[in-house]
């Protein structure tokens, strides 16, 4: 496959291509750490993202981008099951565009490969700060779905309430709070379906564990919301450092919200996170759920990537 657009060439993955690319990747990365300087330096080293590509040249699903010879596009996905359909996952060190016409010839061959291999769910994680290229994401069909956020652990303002560290004596009101999350996000706007909670077990297990901490706000005594905080559990390849906590729960029952709960709870971990040793504090949500896509921008925390999805209709033979 060698599809032109323009003076662009598009071409097929290969192990050659990877030292080039990955210095794209590592490019953009700096780039991002400029509109969000918390971002770790984990993708800034070319040969993170160089090892990541490696199996992936050849296996069918990615396109480099030449301009007259020059390496200024990446487009590299693997193939994972997303929402119940075969689907591509590129992750953030596996696509890197100079410039939205660059986005635009990447996709129109990559999707061939895509389609012919039966994937019809399409996903990208992109560098937040290159709105040009997302716009070319977006022209292209593809919405944005989920944003990874991260602050440092400076203090923040606004928050009220009366909230403790949870403890193994707390498991119902966890197993309850962690149930009522996971509904709302299953529910509209949202109707994303995350894993089960994990249920008594599974909260007695992380209260016991002293790297799992969470906090429980409380109103007249009863808890009316609560935080959770984990690490060196990372989804996204940029944000994972040994000094990244990353926030794996909040909610705040609705009758309560907007009283300065959520980030009296966020304070209160942030503090512990800061005591711990770690540098920033990870999160990541649907860009659906407008609860968190205004509370966590408004508590200090800078979108370093957005992942964008499209689900295409695969052809039948007529
Ligand atoms: C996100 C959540 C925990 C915030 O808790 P909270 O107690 O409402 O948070 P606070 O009162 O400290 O919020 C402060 C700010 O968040 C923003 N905010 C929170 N809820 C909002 C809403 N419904 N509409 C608009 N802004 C909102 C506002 O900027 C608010 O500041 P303001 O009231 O001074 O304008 C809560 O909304 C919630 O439980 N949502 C559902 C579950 C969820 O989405 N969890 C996060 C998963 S990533």
Redesign the pocket.
Known sequence: MSRRSGNLEVVPLEAHHIPRAATLVAEGAREQRHAAPQLPFTLDDSTVAAELLEPLAGNGLGVVVLDDGALVGLLAGVAVPLWGSPGVYVAEWGNAARGPEVVLAAYAAASQLWVAAGCAAHVVTLWAHAAANEAAWHQLGFGRVVVDAVRGLDEIE??RGQVRRATVADVAEIVSLEEA?WR??AAPPVSRVHPPPAGPAGVAERLADPRRPAWIVEDGGRAI?YVSLTSGEHETTALAADDTAVCD????VPE?????????LVSAAMGWAAAEGFARLA???ESA????A???P??GFRAVLHSVARTVILPKAP
């Open positions: 606004g928050g999350l709302h996000l919301g729960g909040a909610f705040v309560v919200r907007r009283r300065g709960a959520g980030r009296c999160i990541d949500y759920n407008l609860e968190a205004t509370f966590w408004g508590a």
